[in-house]
T-cell receptor, first 114, second 114 residues
Framework: DAGVTQSPTHLIKTRGQQVTLRCSPK?????VSWYQQALGQGPQFIFQ???????QRGNFPDRFSGHQFPNYSSELNVNALLLGDSALYLC?????????????FGNGTRLTVT | KQEVTQIPAALSVPEGENLVLNCSFT??????LQWFRQDPGKGLTSLLL?????REQTSGRLNASLDKSSGRSTLYIAASQPGDSATYLC?????????????FGTGTRLKVLA
C-alpha cells in the first residue's frame, strides 16, 4: 500500500525563480493538503484540494498556487521566490466524507532559496 | 483564531519512564485532534486521531485523551524506549473556519536516554 509520495526531495532555487512541487496521495485518498514547515515550527496550512478544486486556503499570498489532477495527485507552485520561502513543504492526503480519516503525510520537499 | 500550544517544548527522560505530553487549544470548536510523530528532516507519522465526540484513543503503548470543553489533550507514552525519541506534534481540525484545516502546535522534542 503506497503511502504519500513527494518529489523532489530537495531543491535549491534562486530568489525570483519559480518552483513546482509534486505529490501523489495515499491509495484510496481523494483529498490533498499542502503545508509549509519552517525550522523548529509546526506545519502551517497552505491550501487543500478536493475534486480538482481549491476547497480551503490558509494565510498565504497568491504567489502560492496549486492544482489537483483527475488521479488525485497534486502540484504546488510558488512564483517569485523569496528567501523566506525556504522551508520543508509537506503534502498530506486523506479521504473526505464522514470517515474521520487521519491525515497521512509524505516525507516532504526541502526547498532552499538563495 | 484557533491557537495550539504544546508543553513542554523539550523533554529528556531515561529509558523505561512513563511520560505525558500536553497540548492545549484556545477554541473548543474542533472536529478532530490528531497526534503525530516527526523524525528529524522527515514527514509526519500519524499516531492517534481522536474525534471530537471521543474522550480517548489507545494504540499499543500510546494513549491520547481529549477534554474538548477545557481545550486540552494529553499523549501518554508508557515504558519509553530510545526509539521513541522524536518530535511529537498535536494538531486540531479547526471547526471555526469551516472544516478541513489542521492547526499545529510547535511540538515537544522528546529524547529517551538508554
Amino acid at each position: 500500500d503506497a503511502g504519500v509520495t513527494q518529489s523532489p526531495t530537495h531543491l535549491i532555487k534562486t530568489r525570483g525563480q519559480q518552483v513546482t512541487l509534486r505529490c501523489s496521495p495515499k491509495s484510496g485518498h481523494d483529498t490533498v493538503s499542502w503545508y509549509q514547515q519552517a525550522l523548529g515550527q509546526g506545519p502551517q496550512f497552505i491550501f487543500q484540494y478536493y475534486e480538482e478544486e481549491e476547497r480551503q486556503r490558509g494565510n498565504f499570498p497568491d504567489r502560492f498556487s496549486g492544482h489537483q489532477f483527475p488521479n488525485y495527485s497534486s502540484e504546488l507552485n510558488v512564483n517569485a521566490l523569496l528567501l523566506g520561502d525556504s522551508a520543508l513543504y509537506l503534502c498530506a492526503s486523506t479521504l473526505s466524507g464522514p470517515y474521520n480519516s487521519p491525515l497521512h503525510f509524505g516525507n516532504g520537499t526541502r526547498l532552499t532559496v538563495t | 483564531k484557533q491557537e495550539v500550544t504544546q508543553i513542554p517544548a523539550a523533554l529528556s527522560v531515561p529509558e523505561g519512564e512513563n511520560l505525558v505530553l500536553n497540548c492545549s487549544f484556545t477554541d473548543s470548536a474542533i472536529y478532530n485532534l490528531q497526534w503525530f510523530r516527526q523524525d528529524p528532516g522527515k514527514g509526519l507519522t500519524s499516531l492517534l486521531l481522536i474525534q471530537s465526540s471521543q474522550r480517548e484513543q489507545t494504540s499499543g503503548r500510546l494513549n491520547a485523551s481529549l477534554d474538548k470543553s477545557s481545550g486540552r489533550s494529553t499523549l501518554y507514552i508508557a515504558a519509553s524506549q530510545p526509539g521513541d525519541s522524536a518530535t511529537y506534534l498535536c494538531a486540531v481540525e479547526d471547526g471555526t473556519s469551516g472544516t478541513y484545516k489542521y492547526i499545529f502546535g510547535t511540538g515537544t522534542r522528546l529524547k529517551v536516554l538508554a
